[in-house]
């Protein structure tokens, strides 16, 4: 149910968002030299790399770790880079992801292929077994503010709650954080 829940919700809403994935795309483009989208290997169910599309919000060559560990991550923004991530219009491509199967809408966030502590905590309490998401229940309660331990904890809190009505209670929140632009750091 959870995979024909994620296909019909990412096909509505990529008829929806289709003009406005161009706008951004175009915007993108224009403001900084290099593609529309960043494919970042992330890690998938079963530790499984896999490819995830973003818009790109930092500059070609921005080292591959995750942005907490630049010395400086405003220094690696394009023009429009903090006005995607503070409204999460950057992360709209993993329509893409949720499509073929890689993401759900709901689930841990995939770890980039260097996070090993991330990864190792997550695959000793059987997280790495779920799919990764689009947001998830570590998102609602800090997103980019959490350390690591306390963000695997909300993972196998929502491991051992799973559930459709858990689900769209996760959504629901995420898109009141969205909307009010709330924890994000960079």
């Known amino acids: ?4 829940f994620d296909l019909v919700l ?3 809403a990529a008829m929806v968002l289709l003009l406005p994935v161009v706008v951004i795309a ?10 529309a989208l960043y494919w ?14 973003k818009f790109r919000s930092m500059r070609v060559g921005t080292p591959a770790v995750a942005t907490h560990l630049l010395s400086d991550p405003g220094v690696y923004l394009t023009p ?36 090993a502590d991330l990864i190792g905590l997550r695959t000793q309490h059987g997280v790495h077994l779920l799919v990764p998401g689009l947001t998830g229940w570590a998102q609602v309660n800090g ?15 929502y491991l051992q709650r799973q559930s459709f009505w858990f689900d769209v209670r996760i959504l ?12 994000v750091t960079h």
């Open 40 to 53: 970042s290997d992330r890690v998938g169910s079963n530790n499984r790399i896999f490819k995830m599309p």
């Open 80 to 115: 429009i880079g903090p006005f995607l991530r503070k409204s999460s219009l950057d992360e709209l491509p993993q329509l893409w992801s949720i499509l073929v199967g890689d993401m759900s809408f709901v689930g841990p966030r995939p770890a980039l292929f260097n996070q």
């Open 172 to 183: 629901w929140r995420t898109f009141v954080k969205v909307m009010n632009r709330d924890g």
């Open 1 to 4: 149910m959870k995979r024909l």
């Open 143 to 157: 997103r980019d503010e959490l350390p690591i331990p306390i963000k695997v904890q909300f993972d196998v809190e």
């Open 10 to 12: 990412a096909l509505c």
């Open 26 to 35: 175009l915007a993108v483009r224009l403001t900084s030299r290099g593609p």
